[in-house]
């Protein structure tokens, strides 16, 4: 079954710090760009951040900027996403996914789960 399994999500306090990890199931994601996105109930989904198949990154949020940084790992095939200086407006069920291209999009418009995404939960 092609899938990417988040992990890595948790509880953490303000100012706190938290890496997520996205692993390829079924497939090889070495050739294909990997972006995260988070969703809130009720508030949508909002794309992050991008890593291209060279290793490119495109953020979509401003918010994040700084504060989060996106990694991969070609020999595990894993993409990373380090997280610090946590906010409550952080909170959300973090997914990544992949449109099957490798290079990232300029402008995010797929927001379907590939899995079932990892909480996090800033607490103020």
């Known amino acids: 079954q092609v899938q990417l399994v988040e992990s890595g999500g948790g509880l953490v306090q303000t100012g706190g710090s938290l890496r997520l990890s996205c692993a390829a199931s079924g497939f090889t994601s070495d050739y294909y760009a990997i972006y995260w996105f988070r969703q809130v109930p009720g508030k949508g989904s909002e794309g992050l951040v991008c890593i291209s198949s060279s290793g490119s990154k495109l953020f979509y949020e401003d918010s994040v900027k700084g504060r989060f940084t996106i990694s991969r790992d070609n020999a595990a095939d894993t993409v990373d996403l380090e997280m610090h200086s946590l906010k409550p407006e952080d909170s959300a069920v973090y997914y990544c996914?992949?449109?099957?291209?490798?290079?990232?999009?300029?402008?995010?418009?797929?927001?379907?789960?590939w899995g079932q995404g990892t909480q996090v939960t800033v607490s103020s």
């Open positions: 996914a992949t449109q099957g291209s490798g290079a990232c999009p300029q402008e995010l418009t797929d927001f379907r789960p």
